[in-house]
């Protein structure tokens, strides 16, 4: 079971970037994929969750209206597209993947696999 995120970057703040989380291992259609971040010092924070049974997804305040996670069912990857990113979400990103539906912004005990994390630089 892997999951390897992708395509985070450097970008100045306004900017935007679209990570992706590609799954392999399992049939990621039937679980709650969420998005992590963590800042040098912070503790880690969730920013998104989707069910890719249903595409339901859910946001932390502090990205709603700026991202959007989304998934593709055949490709077994998830994407977060970022945008009007500001220097606050400069941070690691890391995706996550757990059974069943999200049902709401799950805690990072509720997933069970992880990857490697993306870097995101807004400056």
């Known amino acids: 079971v892997q999951l390897v995120e992708s395509g985070g970057g450097s970008v100045q703040a306004g900017g935007s970037l679209r990570p992706s989380c590609a799954a392999s291992?399992?049939?990621?259609?039937?679980?709650?994929i969420g998005w992590f971040r963590q800042a040098p010092g912070k503790e880690r924070e969730g920013v998104a969750a989707?069910?890719?049974?249903?595409?339901?997804?859910y946001y932390a305040d502090s990205v709603k209206g700026r991202f959007t996670i989304s998934r593709d069912n055949i490709k077994n990857t998830v994407y977060l597209q970022m945008n009007s990113l500001k220097p606050e979400d400069a941070a690691m990103y890391y995706c996550?993947?757990?059974?069943?539906?999200?049902?709401?912004?799950?805690?990072?005990?509720?997933?069970?696999?992880w990857g490697q994390g993306t870097q995101v630089t807004v400056s």
């Open positions: 996550a993947a757990g059974p069943g539906d999200c049902v709401r912004l799950r805690k990072e005990y509720e997933y069970r696999y």
């Open positions: 291992g399992f049939t990621a259609s039937r679980y709650c």
């Open positions: 989707i069910s890719t049974r249903t595409g339901t997804a």
